[in-house]
């Protein structure tokens, strides 16, 4: 079936390198095509890996194992600090142990639809088809993944499915798929295949002649700035919804390996892409500086609900059940309270803004366990989200299992990134990246628990095949000297920027512009945008990063651990990265998943598409400081899943 839509063309300088043929044998036949590293020649590459999460573990332990020698990077004290860990709900896998109707197919199309048509199909199908590899090799690990009654590998259901795909180990399976990933790693630097540089901070890729040759790192206990020399370089870098300052991710998580490769030109697809979650803990105060998600997956068995009266102060226990409005369950009987997340959260803005909202702010709805309890008793609930409750409950000082949960959308994931081709290369030719840090599969919306599929397929499965293609061209080429000029030039660039930072000696500390950066993307690039407040958007933040650079303050000095030294440059490039997300979101006059544009809704209050006009990947070529972005465009062809309005009715 083709329902290709526009006559449009890609970009000569997006060659996605999509393989011909049938989509069900694509990944299989290419894997026959690529070129092979044999096993003697593999220990002549060195291959550095920036970020330790679950797709920089995985692919470093993963490469060491073939034989490369790796050289993995973290800005943490060690691998198991990175953001992965705090993943909760699940990992999907259309493996079909439930025997409910899933398939490759079903995964593969679930995952383009719930993305709203915005992502490239070959990579979405090659990623359902090693899904299932994912969970056989965390299980070997020893994952302990929840097992039913029998002692089989249990499932539940995430949002934008109507089957259960979802492995899981209570609510913390990015801990436990991470300490699968870590223990191969960590086997890999005691076989001497990875070594391991903790605590260093990737500031600068240097590329010569076109081609990657390493990268620039701050030692941030001493401050010493380092070149280290590879022959391919893989960003594993994690997501930049810290954008927000508020958000879910952890408080280190920043945009600055990714935005610095941009600068020295990976084009940067889809910035306006962001994914808000609905179920997170809604906001206590106006000094908070991190918000917390309740998973997902308590959408399973928790009804969310506002009282049918605005501005109703009564306890939940005291509204009636026929003035309560189980508004989801109601618009989207199909899918009820396990629409994906861009639906719940957008429709969640919508009862609030009514004037609907509760707690003491007035800003959550309720998530209600009471008749889950009611019907499976409060053993089974807890045994299924003990953890998750005792957490709201340390938080809010509220007991879930007696009255609902507060809940409220918050900035969660990005499903923009470095543009990446089929290869997982970006447009710097040997500069990798996977995990969230590339524009990934997800399109303009990821499903729930497709995140810790994605970046361990990019790591496990898919980049130690694809690597070996580009690297197999380069057999006896050596590594560029770190000694070389290019090296030495991205070193001083590094060592000047740092000094300006020290001696700016303003009156606000970067934490500050952090958070007014984060009011504007949040108010103006947030669940809804506009033209008006896009526009807007773009002067605010110019006038605060104007204001930033001549004002910020930070303490201390350069030759020890600095924290607001680290803190500073990470703001610059989120600044940058801010007015590059308003442009996208204002150049993309159609709502699509997690971008929705206020002008272009159904009837319904549905987002809206404009398939004829923005099919596309919106990749962005950095041209120097003063001079805006230059937008290229990867056009979307859908062969096998037929486009149409999303509708989980
Ligand atoms: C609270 C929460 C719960 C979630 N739950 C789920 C879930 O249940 N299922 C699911 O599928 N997804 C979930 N997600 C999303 C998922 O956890 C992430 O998308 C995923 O873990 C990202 O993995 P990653 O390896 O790409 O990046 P990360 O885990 O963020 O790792 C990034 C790594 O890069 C390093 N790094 C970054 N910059 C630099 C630099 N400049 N120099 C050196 N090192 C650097 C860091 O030290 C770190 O090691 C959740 C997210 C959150 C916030």
């Not at 083709?2 to 060659?15: F, G, R, V």
């Not at 600068?204 to 620039?216: A, E, F, M, N, S």
């Not at 391919?232 to 300052?245: D, E, F, H, I, P």
């Not at 651990?561 to 940058?576: I, P, S």
């Amino acid at each position: 079936m083709t329902a290709t839509m526009n006559s449009k063309t890609t970009s000569p300088a997006l060659d996605n390198k999509v393989p011909d043929g049938p989509i069900a044998t694509k990944w299989e036949d290419h894997k026959f095509s690529m070129k092979l590293v044999n096993p003697n020649n593999k220990r002549k590459f060195t291959v550095i890996v920036v970020g330790t999460g679950l797709a920089g573990s995985s692919a470093a332990a993963t490469l060491g194992e073939l034989g490369y020698n790796v050289k993995a990077f973290t800005f943490h004290d060690s691998p198991r600090r990175a953001h992965s860990i705090a993943a909760q709900g699940g990992i999907n896998a259309a493996k079909n142990y439930q025997n409910d109707g899933d398939s490759v197919h079903r995964l593969f199309y679930d995952t383009v639809k719930g993305g709203d048509y915005r992502s490239r199909e070959a990579n979405v199908h090659r990623l359902a088809e090693v899904s299932v590899n994912i969970i056989d090799q965390a299980a070997a690990q020893g994952v302990p993944f929840a097992r039913d009654y029998g002692g089989l590998l249990d499932n539940r259901s995430f949002g934008g499915a109507q089957v259960s795909r979802t492995f899981y180990a209570r609510g913390q399976t990015g801990q436990q798929l991470l300490l699968g990933a870590y223990s191969a790693l960590n086997r890999q630097i005691h076989a001497g295949s990875v070594e391991m540089h903790n605590r260093k901070e990737m500031l600068d890729l240097v590329v010569k002649d076109g081609q990657t040759c390493g990268i620039v790192v701050r030692d941030l206990l001493t401050g010493e700035v380092e070149s280290h020399s590879a022959h391919a370089v893989v960003l594993a870098t994690g997501g930049y919804g810290n954008v927000y300052y508020l958000s879910t991710n952890a408080m280190m998580c920043n945009v600055t390996a990714a935005w610095r490769a941009h600068r020295r030109g990976a084009f940067f697809a889809n910035p306006c892409y962001t994914q808000i979650h609905p179920t997170c803990i809604p906001a206590s105060e106006d000094h908070q500086s991190k918000l917390t998600l309740m998973s997902e997956s308590l959408r399973n068995d928790g009804r969310i609900w506002v009282p049918t009266a605005f501005d109703d102060n009564r306890l939940a226990s005291d509204i009636p059940e026929a003035e309560r409005d189980y508004y989801l369950e109601r618009k989207y009987p199909a899918f009820g309270n396990l629409v994906p997340r861009d639906v719940a959260s957008r429709n969640a803005k919508t009862v609030v803004d009514e004037g609907r909202g509760i707690g003491p702010l007035k800003n959550g709805v309720f998530l209600d366990f009471a008749d889950a309890i009611a019907r499976d008793g409060v053993e089974t609930i807890k045994a299924k989200y003990g953890n998750l409750f005792d957490m709201y409950a340390n938080i809010t000082g509220e007991n879930p299992y007696e009255r609902p949960m507060r809940i409220y959308p918050a900035t969660h994931y990005t499903m923009g990134g470095l543009w990446v081709d089929y290869h997982l290369m970006t447009t710097i030719p040997g500069t990798y990246a996977i995990g969230e840090a590339n524009f990934s599969d997800h399109g303009a919306n990821r499903l729930g628990a497709s995140a810790l599929m994605q970046g361990l397929a990019d790591g496990y499965f898919v980049l130690p095949y694809t690597i070996g293609d580009q690297l197999a061209g380069k057999l006896g080429e050596g590594t560029v000297p770190t000694d070389d000029p290019v090296f030495k030039a991205a070193e001083a660039e590094v060592a000047d920027q740092t000094k300006k930072w020290l001696s700016i000696g303003g009156t606000k500390s970067p934490e500050h512009y952090h958070r007014e950066l984060g009011r504007i993307v949040w108010d103006r690039i947030g669940m809804a945008r506009d033209k008006n407040g896009l526009e807007k958007a773009q002067d605010e933040i110019s006038s605060l990063e104007e204001e930033f650079k001549k004002n910020v303050r930070v303490k201390g000095d350069n030759t020890s651990m600095n924290t607001e030294l680290e803190k500073v440059g990470r703001v610059a490039d989120f600044f940058e990265l801010a007015k590059l997300k308003a442009r996208d979101a204002l150049v993309r006059e159609e709502s699509c998943g997690g971008h929705f544009r206020v002008e272009s809704q159904t009837e319904e209050g549905e987002a809206l598409r404009d398939d004829e006009n923005f099919s596309h990947v919106a990749a962005w070529e950095w041209n120097g400081e003063d001079t805006e972005q230059t937008k290229h465009e990867e056009q979307l062809d859908f062969e096998y899943v037929a486009l149409s309005q999303r509708s989980y009715k």
